[in-house]
Structures are given as C-alpha cells and as structure tokens.
C-alpha cells in the first residue's frame, strides 16, 4: 500500500477530500502522517478524527529554514512515506528538500497554472480579469509551482465573485481532482516526460 505524507497549513479541506476517498474506496493508500507547519490548526484535528498520525512541526521553532525541512524530513522517512502530498501547505521547499523526494512530491494550486502561481491566485485572478479560473495537481520541482502538471478542471469566474466566492468554487473541483490524481499515482499510471505527464491505460 503506498503511504502518503500530508503537508498543510491551516484548514485541511484538501486533507479531508484525500481522507474521505479513502474511506470510500477510491482511493488505495494510506496516509501515514499528516504534518503541519502551524500549530492548532483544523487540518490536525482533521487528522485526529480520523486517526491518523498527525504532528506540528513548528516553523517558529526553528531556527533555520534547512532545519526545520530536516524535521520534516526525519518524520516523512520515519513513517516511510512514499508520496509526499502538499494540500495547503503554505510554505516553499528548498531544491534539497524536493531533490530528496524527487518526482514524488504533489501540490494542489488554486488556479490554472502557469497563470497566477503564488499565494494569492483568487485575489490575482479577480484583479486581471480573467473568465476562467480553476486549479491544478502538479509534480514539485525547484520552483515556485512550476512542475509538470498532471490534471486541471476549470470553473467559471463570476462578475460578481469575491475571493470567498471564488475559492469556494475552485474547492470543490479540488476535491474532485486531488484524490483522482492520487490514484493514478498509486495505479502507476503517471508518466513524467520531460515537462509533460502522460496519463496511461491499465
Ligand atoms: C487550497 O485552495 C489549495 O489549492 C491551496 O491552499 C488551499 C488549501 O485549503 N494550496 P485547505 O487548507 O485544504 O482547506
């Protein structure tokens, strides 16, 4: 069974979609660990509920950068993660942290990618004007949301949305595409080629 390791931030509803699609048989893995940068946040209550080994490794609790991803790290090989699946996770990983988990690291980005990467797509997306909007799982690679794209699903862009309305629109199709990606991944069916993910058959 392929073991994934959950990084987040804060709420954890990309957490919850992974954690509800393996209840449901959708999807079949395992989460061995779900890590945090932030104390007492839903995503880890999330986790308790759910009984799944759950820890913050607090970021302002160290005192380095490099650190703080080797404590990361120390738990993710701890728990033999296979996966490392960032759902939320606000933070950017270092080149030697992504190295060590090279083509085996997941993120969940809030718009249709390469348009509007960062920490603020919604608000990014709503200021240029755009019609369409969206999200994306992607491969991490060393930059900022820039790795091979595996899935996206598109969503409309209202005249009158704010970024609430906006994000909760995107959310749902997060939720849809996350733990349909993941089983991809856990059939073998994704195939990085140079920038591009082939999605093969059985
Ligand atoms: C999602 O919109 C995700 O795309 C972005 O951060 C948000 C996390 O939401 N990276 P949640 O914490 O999973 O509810």
């Known amino acids: 069974m392929i073991k994934l390791g959950v990084l987040c931030s804060g709420r954890g509803s990309d957490l919850q979609s992974i954690i509800d699609a393996i209840t449901a048989g959708k999807l079949n893995a395992e989460i061995a660990i779900v890590l945090t940068d932030k104390p007492n946040v839903m995503a880890l209550e999330r986790a308790q509920r759910a009984n799944i080994k759950n820890?913050?490794?607090d970021r302002k609790r160290f005192e380095s950068k490099s650190e703080f991803e080797t404590a990361l790290l120390n738990e993710l090989k701890?728990?033999?993660?296979?996966?490392?699946?960032?759902?939320?996770?606000?933070?950017?990983?270092?080149p030697s942290f992504v190295h060590e988990y090279?083509?085996?690291?997941?993120?969940?980005?809030?718009?249709?990618?390469?348009?509007?990467p960062g920490a603020h797509a919604h608000r990014d997306v709503l200021a240029y004007g755009v019609k369409v909007s969206g999200c994306t799982v992607h491969f991490v690679d060393e930059g900022t949301d820039s790795g091979p794209i595996i899935m996206q699903a598109a969503?409309?862009?209202k005249d009158d949305d704010t970024e609430e309305t906006l994000a909760a629109r995107v959310l749902e199709q997060e939720h849809i595409i996350y733990p349909r990606v993941l089983q991809l991944y856990v059939e073998g069916r994704l195939?990085?080629?140079?920038?591009?993910?082939l999605i093969q058959n059985e």
């Open 55 to 57: 820890l913050c490794i």
């Open 78 to 94: 701890t728990a033999e993660v296979d996966l490392v699946v960032l759902a939320g996770f606000m933070r950017i990983l270092s």
């Open 102 to 116: 090279k083509e085996r690291i997941m993120n969940i980005h809030p718009s249709l990618l390469p348009s509007f």
């Open 155 to 157: 969503v409309e862009v």
């Open 191 to 197: 195939k990085i080629v140079g920038r591009k993910v």
